[in-house]
């Protein structure tokens, strides 16, 4: 075999010797690059943060969690509505609202007569610990929450008015309220609806009208919180026997049946098989045809009770040898023998899911339509072996109060009334924002407090002297009166530049859209990624987190390379807490 020249071999290993080198120099300028890249967005993200006027940053954060919450608890309010079986209390006779009705398909939270009742409340608490909570509600939500929305609405006013004055200038007492006010008064708002009932008002009367409802609404507020929220005692359901003492509701048994002979089974005359065992809770029924307690329809006949055992049998023996007594025959019943005729038996009430035979039993000498038990209406409890007629435990049922044990919680007719007045007032604060603030040129400040009087005094001077009105010489109601007549409330303008060229649909969701479609598609792919290995739960948690991210970094962010690095700083920050979350759940559900 001929061996290789040794100058082949040199150009070989030189060959080899280059490709590495590539290589390498290939490996080494990315690594420069990447490196170079994530300085610059280490840098740039920086820069974006440093820049940023957190203040405002957290106030929309703030209003816009404040928004969530609202429309959120707007759509709850509407689920507990239409779904009030869901949430109210079948262990009691006792209602939200402090009334007595065993009947959960008859309570409505809509009643007029609990407008001012406590219908949604919640936990168990002594009176120190309820009146604590409701005095941090007054405060917090009552006092802080109308200064937090009277400050937003002032500077959605304010926005509004600046864009208004080009069209018109506004009076004096407008100018003050929307300039150098920051929150409302009565004097103010009747100000503000004079100049708009005498012409004077602004270039939109929808605007106009907002803003006036809506210094009503800050006015009111923390009456509203406090009045539709508080505190009220836990209840327990009582009825009146016919001794005149007060029974707990829960010893009042349905009867499933009543045996007229019963001495024919060594029992008592009209002897009352309740449907159940006392189970220490209330009787209540989801509608005319549930109980919701049957607990006897939840036991096989080996492990029942006396009670259901012997409900079992007579079920079992009205089934085949029907009801009133009718046959002239022989019978059994509980493995003894009846002599002739059968057991006369009877009912008040049988529900059709009730595990007692007889709602559907016709008698036989009324016709096949003749359903003589299937009439809720005829309901009957037995106590200390005593009938008692569902009339007479309606009207003599009560709710009386337990001692030292409250809970907290809200009128709910008033609640939605003023969630659904606070959804409107939100939703006219970011249409009036949106509408009358993006014409303003990006950086236009709008005047407050000193520049606000400067420009006030300078217009007040200008005007007062041309028409020789002179304020040193009169007094101030004198001065209000030849403002009022002479001056029909003044005229203030001053000159903010404004977007000629603006159109609002430019400004709509859809634009917004697209301009950052490809940040919103990071959301889903990064939630894509990380779906097929977690649970649900997770993947619930994380998309939360992302979300807020994505829009962090599009709000923050300046540059492609800051946002990208925000992203993935958001993206590592949601895969740990989603997962620790995920963790505690499964846990808990273990």
């Given at each position: 075999m001929a061996s290789t020249p040794s100058s082949t071999v040199d150009f070989l290993k030189l060959l080899e010797t280059s490709a590495i080198e590539e290589k390498q120099t290939q490996s080494r300028n990315i690594r420069q690059r990447v490196s170079r890249q994530w300085a610059k967005a280490r840098r740039e993200a920086l820069l974006d943060l440093r820049s940023t006027r957190w203040s405002y940053l957290g106030l929309w954060a703030l209003f816009?969690?404040?928004?969530?919450?609202?429309?959120?608890?707007?759509?709850?309010?509407?689920?507990?509505?239409?779904?009030?079986?869901?949430?109210?209390?079948?262990?009691?006779?006792?209602?939200?609202?402090?009334?007595?009705?065993?009947?959960?398909?008859?309570?409505?939270?809509?009643?007029?007569?609990?407008?001012?009742?406590?219908?949604?409340?919640?936990?168990?608490?002594?009176?120190?610990?309820?009146?604590?909570?409701?005095?941090?509600?007054?405060?917090?939500i009552g006092r802080v929450g109308q200064a937090f929305m009277a400050f937003l609405s002032w500077r959605a006013f304010a926005d509004y008015v600046t864009t208004s004055m080009d069209a018109a200038p506004v009076t004096y007492s407008a100018f003050f309220t929307f300039f150098l006010q920051d929150e409302p008064s009565i004097i103010l708002n009747l100000r503000l609806m004079r100049d708009f009932f005498s012409g004077r008002g602004f270039n939109s009367r929808v605007a106009t009208l907002f803003m006036i409802g809506s210094m009503l609404f800050l006015l009111g507020w923390p009456t509203f919180a406090s009045a539709m929220a508080g505190y009220t005692t836990i209840n327990k359901a009582f009825v009146q026997d016919f001794n005149d003492s007060y029974v707990p509701f829960s010893e009042f048994q349905p009867i499933a049946y009543v045996i007229h002979d019963g001495w024919r089974v060594d029992l008592d005359g009209d002897y009352p098989v309740p449907l159940f065992s006392n189970a220490g809770v209330d009787f209540t029924m989801y509608s005319k045809d549930i109980y919701v307690y049957d607990t006897c329809s939840l036991h096989y006949p080996s492990s029942m009770d006396a009670t259901c055992s012997l409900q079992y049998a007579v079920s079992a023996y009205v089934s085949s040898y029907g009801f009133y007594g009718l046959q002239n025959t022989t019978s059994t019943s509980m493995n003894s023998t009846v002599p002739s005729p059968v057991l006369n038996v009877t009912a008040f009430y049988l529900s059709p899911t009730s595990s007692a035979f007889g709602s559907n039993w016709t008698d036989p000498r009324a016709g096949e339509r003749n359903r003589p038990f299937s009439d809720p209406s005829n309901m009957a409890f037995t106590y200390l072996n005593?009938?008692?007629?569902?009339?007479?435990?309606?009207?003599?049922?009560?709710?009386?109060?337990?001692?030292?044990?409250?809970?907290?919680?809200?009128s709910f007719m008033q609640v939605f009334l003023v969630i659904t007045l606070h959804t409107i007032w939100i939703a006219g604060t970011i249409w009036l924002k949106a509408r009358f603030q993006l014409p303003l040129k990006r950086g236009t400040e709008i005047p407050k407090c000193w520049r606000s009087i400067l420009i006030l005094a300078k217009a007040m001077n200008k005007e007062l002297n041309e028409n020789e009105i002179y304020p040193c010489d009169i007094t101030d109601r004198q001065l209000e009166s030849e403002i009022d007549n002479r001056l029909r409330g003044g005229s203030v303008s001053f000159y903010m530049?404004?977007?000629?060229?603006?159109?609002?649909?430019?400004?709509?969701?859809?634009?917004?859209?697209?301009?950052?479609?490809?940040?919103?598609?990071?959301?889903?792919?990064s939630a894509a990624l990380v779906y097929p290995a977690h649970r649900l739960f997770f993947l619930v948690a994380f998309f939360a987190i992302m979300a807020c991210g994505v829009a962090f970094a599009i709000g923050i962010g300046k540059t492609s390379r800051s946002r990208i690095l925000m992203i993935i700083c958001w993206f590592i920050v949601g895969i740990t807490v989603a997962s620790g979350l995920s963790s505690l759940y499964i846990v808990k559900t273990r």
């Open positions: 816009t969690c404040w928004t969530i919450v609202t429309f959120g608890s707007w759509m709850m309010l509407i689920i507990y509505s239409i779904s009030l079986t869901s949430f109210e209390d079948v262990s009691s006779a006792c209602r939200s609202d402090g009334s007595f009705n065993p009947f959960l398909y008859e309570y409505s939270v809509w009643t007029a007569s609990g407008y001012f009742e406590i219908s949604v409340g919640f936990g168990n608490y002594s009176f120190s610990e309820v009146k604590v909570i409701d005095i941090f509600w007054d405060i917090i005593t009938t008692y007629n569902l009339t007479y435990v309606e009207e003599n049922g009560s709710c009386q109060p337990v001692r030292d044990q409250y809970k907290w919680g809200f530049p404004l977007e000629k060229h603006y159109d609002i649909p430019r400004y709509s969701f859809s634009e917004w859209f697209k301009e950052e479609k490809w940040w919103c598609l990071a959301l889903l792919t």
